[in-house]
């Protein structure tokens, strides 16, 4: 299964693409493409000191987009609907959205566009027959690059198409020790997107580090 | 130290009672406080057999807060302004807010007021120098209700004023093995009572029973 990150070569981004290339055939796009192959050079490198094949391509944006079934939109969310105007060909892909619309005020809140969330703005972006999909939005950027520690964590799962739905929940299942939870239909994703501001809200007040949640 | 329960023969309420009457002096508000006395002389009954001593005294809405140091507002979202209006005497009182504005549509949802959120509801309903709180939001009635299980839970609270905070935080980390976190003033409330909703989504969603959150 070949996995694309739109915005590979980010914070979040990099550390999924390290964390997925182990597993599957990870597609690396960037702005840049050229950036995209460096990180991916320094990952293969990485991974090879630890004793660990992966799969691991650097391309632009579009590139991984047009070579994945899976893609995922790796994007800050002010930067995402300016983002998906300049890229195309997400018809029929399944879409992953671990996007959330937040803000750092005097402690961080959601700031939901009109659609209500940033998964249903994707949906409104997108052609209709793309199945976006709500996930990883609760992983930490420092969590997905320390890859010697495991990821204990719960990952909700929202989207309207069951069968992808099914396939991004088999995904998050083979990353560490991720458990997915199916989180009901794309709507609900802002209850989802709501996690991460109150996760580093409990980060600061606490004087925690990269705080994860878990169900149960 | 006086916990009073407003809406203390609810069924979140109730179990709230049972729980926390080993550990304080709480006395159960209801609109009839008849109803409040035959609540606590079962609870007195349960924990009698169970071998632990307890004080539940049950009172009318009124006089639960008259009487106590600490109210809890044990009351669903739609009758929690209606209710407020009829009671006073929150002045200088530390108010707990476990209210959840959600709505079950075809899933979950919350449906904050204007506000922005119960808790901000309640500030604005109250007067100006009560405390409030947000804790205890994501606890089923069930497991409250479940008194031989333990309550391995993060309790998420909210609030402006530091020791009154502080001081919630103690009676959650006096509860079975709940564990409080600081999570910001009570204007980041929205984020605590968004997650009731998601966790109800999920336990529907994957045939669970009164999940429960941890943050770590």
């Known amino acids: 299964m070949k996995i694309g990150i739109v915005g590979g070569t980010g914070d ?13 055939e990870v ?30 391509t650097g391309v632009s944006n579009q590139a991984a987009i047009d070579d994945a079934d899976i893609v995922i939109l790796a994007i800050p969310f002010k930067h995402l609907a300016g983002t998906l105007e300049t890229l195309h ?15 750092k005020r005097d402690f961080f809140i959601t700031v939901p566009p009109e659609d209500g969330s940033a998964a249903l703005m994707i949906k409104r972006l997108l052609p209709s027959d793309a199945k976006i999909c709500t996930a990883f939005n609760t992983i930490a950027a420092n969590k997905w690059k320390a890859l010697d520690e495991e990821l204990a964590y719960s990952v909700p799962v929202c989207g309207d198409d069951a069968s992808a739905k099914h396939e991004v929940m088999g995904i998050v299942n083979k990353v560490s020790k991720l458990h997915a939870f199916d989180a009901g239909p794309l709507a609900a ?26 169900f149960h």
């Open 189 to 214: 994703s802002s209850l989802v997107e709501s996690l991460t501001p109150l996760l580093l809200n409990i980060a600061r007040y606490n004087k925690m580090h990269d705080v994860g949640i878990q």
């Open 89 to 103: 060909g997400f018809e029929g892909k399944t879409v992953i959205s671990p996007v959330n619309p937040m803000e």
């Open 12 to 24: 979040i981004g990099e550390g999924m693409a390290m964390r997925l290339s182990p597993i599957f």
């Open 27 to 56: 597609i690396v796009g960037s702005r840049e493409a050229e950036k995209a192959e460096q990180t991916c050079r320094m990952g293969l490198e990485i991974q090879k000191k630890r004793g660990i094949d992966c799969s691991l």
